[in-house]
C-alpha cells in the first residue's frame, strides 16, 4: 500500500463547476497536508496547506480534512480553464519523521 | 529571492557516465529533498537531508548519492548513469518538518 494515494484521474470538469480531488493517506497519525498544482513542464507550487481537521478556504480553493477517515480533499469552486494542471497531494506522516511523501497526483482539465 | 535554484535545467548523459546535479536554497530552510518524477509515478523520494550535516535515503535511492555541503546546498550525484535514470529531478527545501516545501525548476535528465 503506498503511503499516498490519489485517484490519477483524468478528470474534467466544464468551465464554472466545482472540481472535487481526494486523497488517501495510510499513516493514522499524520500531521500536516499540503496541495500542489503542477502545470505541465513546470515545477509543483503550493496551493493549501492543512492541519486540523475541518474545512479551510482560500479564494476558490477549500481544504477539507478528516484524519478519522484519513482522507484529505481539495475543492475548486468556479473551475477556470487555467485550473487545468495536476494536482498533487502531499503528507508529513508521523511515523517517517522529516520524509515528505507525495501522491501521484490527479490530472484535472476545465473544459470552456 | 531566488528562491531554490538548480542546476542545470536540461542535461543528456551516455550510459556509465557520471554527474552530480546542484540545488542551494536562500530561504535558511533546515531540510532538503531530491524526488525524481516519471509519468505515471508522481514524485518519488530518492534523498533528503533533515537539517545540515545529515542525510537519509527515501523510498528511490539506488544508484544515486548525496550530499549536504552546508546548509544552502544539497547535490545529488550519479556515479554511472542507467537509462532508467532518465527522468525529471526536483530538489525542495522546507523550514522544518510540518511545513510546506518548496520546489526548484527541475533538471531534465536523459541518458542514453
Known amino acids: 500500500q503506498k503511503e499516498v494515494e490519489q485517484n490519477s484521474g483524468p478528470l474534467s470538469v466544464p468551465e464554472g463547476a466545482i472540481a472535487s480531488l481526494n486523497c488517501t493517506y495510510s499513516d493514522r497519525g499524520s500531521q500536516s497536508f499540503f496541495w500542489y498544482r503542477q502545470y505541465s513542464g513546470k515545477s509543483p507550487e503550493l496551493i493549501m496547506s492543512?492541519?486540523?481537521?475541518g474545512d479551510k478556504e482560500d479564494g476558490r480553493f477549500t481544504a477539507q480534512l478528516n484524519k478519522a477517515s484519513q482522507y484529505v480533499s481539495l475543492l475548486i469552486r468556479d473551475s477556470q480553464p487555467s485550473d487545468s494542471a495536476t494536482y498533487l497531494c502531499a503528507v508529513n506522516q508521523k511515523n517517517t519523521g522529516n520524509q515528505f511523501y507525495f501522491g501521484t497526483g490527479t490530472s484535472l482539465t476545465v473544459i470552456p | 529571492n531566488a528562491g531554490v535554484t538548480q542546476t542545470p535545467k536540461f542535461q543528456v548523459l551516455k550510459t556509465g557516465q557520471s554527474m552530480t546535479l546542484q540545488c542551494a536554497q536562500d530561504m535558511n530552510h533546515n531540510s532538503m529533498y531530491w524526488y525524481r518524477q516519471d509519468p505515471g509515478m508522481g514524485l518519488r523520494l530518492i534523498y533528503y537531508?533533515?537539517?545540515?550535516?545529515?542525510?537519509d535515503k527515501g523510498e528511490v535511492p539506488n544508484g544515486y548519492n548525496v550530499s549536504r555541503l552546508n546548509k544552502r546546498e544539497f547535490s545529488l550525484r550519479l556515479e554511472s548513469a542507467a537509462p532508467s535514470q532518465t527522468s525529471v529531478y526536483f530538489c525542495?527545501?522546507?523550514?522544518?518538518?510540518?511545513?510546506?516545501?518548496?520546489f526548484g525548476q527541475g533538471t531534465r535528465l536523459t541518458v542514453v
Open positions: 525542495a527545501s522546507r523550514r522544518q518538518i510540518n511545513t510546506e516545501a518548496f
Open positions: 537531508s533533515a537539517s545540515e550535516g545529515t542525510t
Open positions: 492543512i492541519y486540523s481537521n
